[in-house]
C-alpha cells in the first residue's frame, strides 16, 4: 500500500469516532462477535500500555478496506462446584489457584467459567503483531502494538522479551503456589499439633484430677490407718486382759474339776455306805422266819 494511502486511512481512522459508533453499535456487535476456541482466555498485552485483560471474543469492521478488530475483553474464572455445595476457583487468568492443591477432580460436582467483562478495544488486524502465532498456540499472550511503536523495531526481538518474562511470571507464580501450599501445610499441622495439645491437656486435666483424688483418697486411708493402729493397740490391750480372764477362767474351771472329782469320789463313798447299810433281802427272809 503506498504510504499516502496508508497516510490517508490513518487519517479517516482518526477522524472517526470509532468509540461512539462502537457504543451505538454496541447491541448489534456483541450479536456478531466470534467465539474462537483458540484465542479464549489468551492474555492481552498493549504495547506501551501493559496487560489489559483476557480475549473473551471479537467481531470485524471493514473501513475503507481495511479490517479492524473489535475484542471484548475482561478476566475469566474457573470454579468448581464441591459436593457440598460450595464453590471454590481454580484457575483465575489460566493460573491455578491453591485450591487445584487442595481437593481432587471426584470432590466436585460440575466445573463452570465465570466472565467479568471490562471493555472493549478496536485496532487494525496488523497491529496484532503475533496474531499467526498466537492461532496456532505458539504464544502464550497476544501482543497489540496499538500505537505503532514497534514499527523500527522487530517484532520477534520483543515476543521473545515478552515470553522470557511470561515464563518468568509462570516460574515465580508456580514458586508462589508452592509456596501457598507449604503454608497451608504448615498451617494444618500447626492445626493437628494444636488438637494434640488440647487432647494433651485434657488428659493432663484429667491425671491431675484422678492425683488429686488419689492424694485425698491416700489421706483418707492414712486417717484410717491411724484409727485402725489406735484401735489395734486398744484391742490389743483388750487382748491381754482378755487373755489374762481367760488364763484365770481356765485356773478357776481346773478348781472346779479337780472339786467335782472331789465329789464325785464323796457322792461314790456315801453311795457305798447308803448300800452297807441297807440289808439285803436274803437277810430280811431269814429274820422273819
Given at each position: 500500500?503506498p504510504?499516502?494511502?496508508?497516510?490517508?486511512?490513518?487519517?479517516?481512522r482518526k477522524?472517526i469516532?470509532?468509540e461512539?459508533?462502537?457504543?451505538?453499535?454496541a447491541?448489534?456487535?456483541?450479536k456478531?462477535?466470534?467465539?474462537s476456541?483458540?484465542?479464549?482466555g489468551?492474555?492481552?498485552?498493549?504495547?506501551g500500555e501493559?496487560?489489559?485483560?483476557q480475549?473473551?471474543?471479537?467481531?470485524?469492521?471493514q473501513?475503507?478496506?481495511?479490517?479492524?478488530?473489535?475484542?471484548?475483553?475482561g478476566i475469566?474464572?474457573?470454579?468448581?462446584?464441591?459436593k457440598?455445595?460450595?464453590?471454590?476457583p481454580l484457575?483465575?487468568?489460566r493460573?491455578?489457584?491453591?485450591y487445584v492443591?487442595?481437593y481432587?477432580?471426584?470432590?466436585?460436582?460440575r466445573?463452570f467459567?465465570?466472565?467479568?467483562?471490562?471493555?472493549y478495544i478496536?485496532?487494525?488486524?496488523?497491529?496484532?503483531?503475533?496474531l499467526?502465532?498466537?492461532?496456532?498456540v505458539?504464544?502464550?499472550?497476544m501482543v497489540?502494538?496499538?500505537?505503532?511503536?514497534?514499527?523500527?523495531?522487530?517484532?520477534d526481538?520483543f515476543m521473545?522479551?515478552?515470553k522470557?518474562q511470561q515464563?518468568?511470571?509462570?516460574?515465580?507464580?508456580?514458586?508462589?503456589?508452592?509456596y501457598e501450599?507449604?503454608?497451608?501445610?504448615?498451617?494444618a499441622n500447626?492445626?493437628?499439633?494444636?488438637a494434640?495439645v488440647?487432647?494433651?491437656?485434657e488428659?493432663?486435666?484429667?491425671y491431675?484430677?484422678?492425683?488429686?483424688?488419689?492424694?485425698?483418697?491416700l489421706?483418707?486411708m492414712q486417717?484410717e490407718?491411724?484409727?485402725?493402729?489406735?484401735?489395734?493397740f486398744?484391742?490389743?490391750v483388750?487382748?491381754?486382759?482378755?487373755?489374762?480372764g481367760?488364763r484365770?477362767l481356765?485356773?478357776?474351771?481346773d478348781r472346779l474339776g479337780?472339786?467335782?472329782?472331789?465329789?464325785?469320789?464323796?457322792?461314790?463313798e456315801?453311795?457305798?455306805?447308803e448300800t452297807?447299810?441297807?440289808?439285803?433281802p436274803?437277810?430280811?427272809e431269814?429274820?422273819?422266819?
Amino acid at each position: 500500500m503506498p504510504m499516502d494511502a496508508a497516510r490517508l486511512l490513518d487519517e479517516l481512522r482518526k477522524s472517526i469516532p470509532l468509540e461512539k459508533l462502537r457504543e451505538a453499535l454496541a447491541p448489534e456487535i456483541r450479536k456478531s462477535m466470534i467465539f474462537s476456541p483458540a484465542l479464549y482466555g489468551i492474555p492481552i498485552i498493549v504495547y506501551g500500555e501493559g496487560f489489559l485483560g483476557q480475549f473473551l471474543r471479537h467481531a470485524y469492521m471493514q473501513v475503507m478496506g481495511v479490517r479492524y478488530w473489535l475484542i471484548e475483553f475482561g478476566i475469566t474464572t474457573l470454579y468448581g462446584e464441591l459436593k457440598n455445595g460450595s464453590y471454590v476457583p481454580l484457575l483465575v487468568l489460566r493460573m491455578p489457584t491453591t485450591y487445584v492443591f487442595e481437593y481432587k477432580p471426584d470432590d466436585f460436582e460440575r466445573f463452570f467459567v465465570v466472565e467479568d467483562t471490562k471493555g472493549y478495544i478496536d485496532v487494525l488486524e496488523r497491529q496484532i503483531i503475533n496474531l499467526d502465532r498466537v492461532m496456532q498456540v505458539k504464544d502464550p499472550v497476544m501482543v497489540i502494538d496499538r500505537y505503532d511503536l514497534l514499527k523500527d523495531r522487530t517484532p520477534d526481538e520483543f515476543m521473545e522479551k515478552v515470553k522470557e518474562q511470561q515464563e518468568l511470571i509462570m516460574r515465580m507464580q508456580r514458586a508462589l503456589w508452592e509456596y501457598e501450599k507449604n503454608v497451608g501445610d504448615y498451617r494444618a499441622n500447626v492445626v493437628m499439633l494444636q488438637a494434640r495439645v488440647s487432647k494433651l491437656q485434657e488428659q493432663l486435666m484429667w491425671y491431675q484430677e484422678r492425683l488429686t483424688k488419689a492424694v485425698v483418697e491416700l489421706q483418707s486411708m492414712q486417717q484410717e490407718l491411724v484409727r485402725l493402729r489406735d484401735e489395734v493397740f486398744v484391742r490389743g490391750v483388750e487382748a491381754e486382759a482378755l487373755e489374762r480372764g481367760r488364763r484365770r477362767l481356765v485356773d478357776i474351771v481346773d478348781r472346779l474339776g479337780h472339786v467335782a472329782e472331789i465329789l464325785t469320789t464323796w457322792r461314790e463313798e456315801i453311795a457305798e455306805l447308803e448300800t452297807a447299810k441297807t440289808p439285803k433281802p436274803e437277810e430280811k427272809e431269814a429274820k422273819s422266819k
